[in-house]
């Protein structure tokens, strides 16, 4: 079992920034790759950003390009979300994942319980 708690979210006004992060522990040898999604009421949950652990590549969806940028600690197994210029339509709530292996963009094993980012207008 892998445990994921996340933190950093919050209320901040358009244009501003936020940080969250996502500790990971437990059975965390072999790890793959760690990442965020978000879910906006009514909508269906999407990719935010990932990264492969070993390499620390990113990626990420086109809506955050320039403006999220994704770190890792790799002694602390933990994933930073650094969200800059922040705009309402990223309200959402946030779920850190993470995998094993590589099964795809959205299929990971484990999800955190989610932290809600709400960005006013």
């Known amino acids: 079992q892998v445990q994921l708690v996340e933190s950093g979210g919050g209320l901040v006004q358009a244009g501003g920034s936020l940080r969250l992060s996502c500790a990971a522990s437990?059975?965390?040898?072999?790890?793959?790759?760690m990442g965020w999604f978000r879910q906006a009421p009514g909508k269906e949950r999407e990719f935010v950003a990932a990264?492969?652990?070993?390499?620390?590549?990113?990626n990420y969806a086109d809506s955050v390009k320039g403006r999220f940028t994704l770190s890792r600690d790799t002694d602390k197994i933990t994933v930073y979300l650094q969200m800059n210029s922040l705009k309402p339509e990223d309200t959402a709530v946030y779920y850190c994942?993470?995998?094993?292996?590589?099964?795809?963009?959205?299929?990971?094993?484990?999800w955190g319980q989610g932290t809600q980012v709400t960005v006013s207008s």
């Open positions: 437990g059975r965390t040898f072999g790890i793959n790759a």
């Open positions: 994942a993470f995998r094993y292996n590589d099964y795809g963009t959205s299929k990971y094993d484990y």
């Open positions: 990264i492969r652990w070993s390499l620390g590549i990113t």
